[in-house]
């Protein structure tokens, strides 16, 4: 069983940053009336996105923001920031890798272990175990986990199934070495063989970019792509998210002895309503314990947990300590859920810009 233990780590802050355009599920002419958009946002709990829209934001660019504001509010020394893992699936460029850019124009020093994790809605998970890994030894002390995306530049507009979900940003954590912390743990798993599920067909080096992939195909009645934007087989992504994501929490509880009643806080990869409170349910978690930010950010997929602290809990994670519990499911397919504790959190306010 895929599960970890990194001792004498502690998440010093998160920030998080997200494009000021918004979006209105409740105007959008994709739906053919108010009804149609109301019974959305009643299910899917989706109401307003932030997205890049035409602005030529990147998802570094989301994180670079929230970089420097968390920095600056921890006080940090840039000289003494030893590690940079930048977690996207919208990264800047097919190479070179996205952290070597955030690395230099963070004015971090040259010093510095920089990498990119190509995930998506489980990235901060998986990145916060790795730089947690990175840190625990005591070698390095100080690390930033850079996890964004702008996923909406993947979306068709044309197509109902996946257009108003998804909103962009980025968010930072900040992450330090200190001997004896409790440290966090950690649960993964992964099934490759329903990576068709959620998907973009071509594009990448498997099915280069060729004349037919602008073509746009109507699938079915309000869904209209082409072959560079994403693919969300919803039923199938819908039981997948409802089965992995108690498995998964249960797993990381179990193997580590931890308590539901001890946990204040289950913060779930930001999906959609019907599925997180089916996911709730099945956990047999209280309402007050589940936050979401659903109504105002949609599924931002790797930034949506950080973005869900930031929004939703910096004033209760301010003061002492509090116990979370992460879950994130989605692409790949892939799935990983973290316990941790938090205490006087350097939590800002979500930056708009």
């Given at each position: ?309 930031v929004s939703q809990l910096s004033n209760q994670l301010k003061g002492p300590k509090k116990n979370i519990v992460a879950c994130a499911f989605g692409v790949g397919l892939s799935w990983a859920s973290a316990a941790f504790e938090t205490e006087n959190l350097v939590c800002p306010p979500v930056i708009e810009i």
């Open positions: 069983m895929a599960v970890l233990q990194t001792k004498n780590i502690r998440i010093k802050g998160l920030a998080a940053c997200v494009p000021s355009y918004r979006e209105d599920n409740k105007t959008l002419q994709l739906f053919n009336n108010e009804e149609e958009s109301a019974r959305f946002i009643d299910t899917t709990g989706i109401e307003f996105r932030h997205m890049v829209k035409d602005s030529g934001l990147c998802s570094s660019d989301l994180c670079y923001e929230a970089a420097e504001k968390l920095i600056a509010e921890l006080n940090w020394v840039k000289e003494e920031i030893d590690c940079l893992i930048f977690v996207s699936q919208t990264p800047d460029y097919i190479l070179p890798a996205t952290s070597c850019i955030l690395q230099n124009r963070l004015g971090l020093p040259i010093d510095c272990y920089a990498m990119d994790i190509s995930l998506g809605c489980s990235g901060w998970v998986y990145g916060l175990s790795s730089i947690a890994s990175l840190l625990s030894s005591g070698s390095m002390k100080k690390g930033l986990l850079l996890v964004g995306d702008t996923t909406t530049v993947t979306k068709s507009s044309r197509d109902k199934s996946t257009y108003p979900l998804f909103g962009d940003a980025g968010t930072a954590t900040a992450i330090e070495f200190e001997e004896g912390a409790e440290g966090i743990r950690f649960h993964f798993g992964t099934d490759g063989k329903g990576a068709e599920a959620i998907i973009i067909p071509d594009g990448g080096f498997r099915n280069f970019y060729n004349e037919k992939s602008l073509e746009y195909v109507e699938i079915e009645p309000g869904i209209f792509r082409n072959r560079l934007q994403s693919i969300l087989d919803g039923p199938n992504v819908f039981i997948f998210g409802i089965t992995k994501g108690p498995r998964s929490v249960n797993k990381l509880m179990e193997h580590f002895q931890l308590s539901k009643e001890d946990t204040d806080y289950f913060v779930f990869h930001q999906a959609n309503l019907i599925m997180n409170e089916k996911i709730r349910t099945k956990l047999k978690i209280e309402p007050e314990k589940v936050p979401y930010c659903l109504n105002e950010y949609g599924n931002t997929s790797s930034s949506s947990i950080p973005l869900t602290i």
